[in-house]
């Protein structure tokens, strides 16, 4: 009797261990091609006000007007939404935050298809039209917003 106890706190120990491990962030892969990519539109005051439509329209709600992720609807999400504002996220590249609004990432939906004019950025590009790159350059003015605090 005294080993089915153990075993049973075992198996239970075990479970709770995996189920922990697996509701650690798992990683968000950039593929190599966006990895590289450079924004090739000018973070001019046309461009950073053209991504700020773009971001009140679709992203607002999660990552709030001043884009530290606390938006209306963060607060019912399972994780928090990033905080653009932070260091470690400006530090990315202009592909890799080209791709992650594309692509999506658990509860973060991809924009590939609901942003408009970007079918030219499927292919691993910044594509032929503005608004990839607008809304690159407006996301990235949230470091410039947090450094004059």
């Given at each position: 009797?005294?080993?089915l ?6 198996v239970?120990?075990v ?7 697996s ?18 539109v000018?973070?001019?005051?046309a461009?950073v006000?053209?991504?700020k439509?773009l ?6 709600s999660?990552?709030g ?11 019912k ?15 990315q590249?202009?592909?890799a ?24 950025a499927?292919?691993?590009?910044f ?12 996301v ?10």
């Amino acid at each position: 009797m005294k080993k089915l106890f153990l075993l049973t706190g075992i198996v239970i120990l075990v479970t709770t261990a995996l189920a922990f491990i697996s509701s650690q962030e798992d990683p968000w892969k950039v593929p190599e091609k966006y990895e590289k990519l450079k924004n090739p539109v000018p973070a001019d005051e046309a461009s950073v006000a053209s991504g700020k439509e773009l971001y009140e329209y679709f992203c607002v709600s999660c990552h709030g007007n001043d884009g530290m992720g606390s938006g209306k609807r963060a607060y019912k999400l399972n994780n928090s939404p990033t905080d653009f504002t932070q260091d470690a996220f400006q530090q990315q590249s202009d592909g890799a935050l080209l791709y992650k609004i594309y692509s999506g990432h658990r509860e973060m939906p991809g924009f590939m298809k609901r942003i408009p004019g970007n079918q030219d950025a499927l292919d691993g590009s910044f594509g032929k039209t503005r608004i990839p790159g607008d809304i690159v350059n407006y996301v990235r003015s949230f470091a410039k917003k947090t450094a004059h605090r």
